[in-house]
């Protein structure tokens, strides 16, 4: 398990709610990555690059993290486990006409009722999944 650090937890806040006040503000777009992801490769709009330009400082912060991590973040999980969460966190977001991002972080942030009835639902969901998966099966480390 990793250590939590409240200064990471300020650092990673603060960088995901400038990102997303930096786009609504240059650019007039909410910062919902799956809508995101949707419009550049799912229904492909006419102004890709902005899309593809923050989908990959995700993806290079990402990877630039794990460049400089002291252990990987994943230890104990195997990768089919990895990639049937993703699968599932694909179809939920789907199902909630959007992710964490756009409901969470930008939905609470215009009092959306839609975001904080699905904000609840990917958090209780989240922490019973993780139960599940520790403390019934013991799949996690």
Request: glycine letters at 14%; one cysteine or more.
């Given at each position: 398990?990793?250590?939590?650090?409240?200064?990471?937890?300020?650092?990673?806040?603060?960088?995901?709610?400038?990102?997303?006040?930096?786009?609504?503000?240059?650019?007039?777009?909410?910062?919902?990555?799956?809508?995101?992801?949707?419009?550049?490769?799912?229904?492909?709009?006419?102004?890709?690059?902005?899309?593809?330009?923050?989908?990959?400082?995700?993806?290079?912060?990402?990877?630039?993290?794990?460049?400089?991590?002291?252990?990987?973040?994943?230890?104990?999980?195997?990768?089919?486990?990895?990639?049937?969460?993703?699968?599932l966190?694909?179809?939920?977001?789907?199902?909630a006409?959007?992710?964490?991002?756009?409901?969470?972080?930008?939905?609470?942030?215009?009092?959306?009722?839609?975001?904080?009835?699905?904000?609840?639902?990917?958090?209780?969901?989240?922490?019973?999944?993780t139960?599940?998966?520790?403390?019934?099966?013991?799949?996690?480390?």
């Amino acid at each position: 398990m990793t250590s939590f650090t409240a200064l990471h937890a300020l650092i990673g806040g603060l960088l995901i709610g400038s990102s997303a006040v930096l786009l609504l503000w240059l650019n007039g777009r909410i910062a919902g990555v799956t809508g995101m992801l949707t419009g550049l490769l799912v229904k492909p709009s006419n102004s890709p690059l902005w899309r593809l330009l923050f989908l990959l400082g995700l993806v290079g912060g990402c990877a630039l993290y794990g460049l400089f991590a002291p252990t990987p973040q994943r230890q104990g999980f195997s990768p089919l486990l990895l990639i049937a969460a993703g699968l599932l966190t694909g179809y939920g977001t789907a199902q909630a006409n959007g992710c964490t991002s756009g409901h969470g972080v930008c939905g609470l942030a215009r009092l959306s009722l839609r975001s904080l009835v699905a904000t609840a639902t990917f958090l209780g969901l989240a922490i019973a999944t993780t139960f599940v998966l520790r403390h019934l099966l013991g799949l996690a480390p």
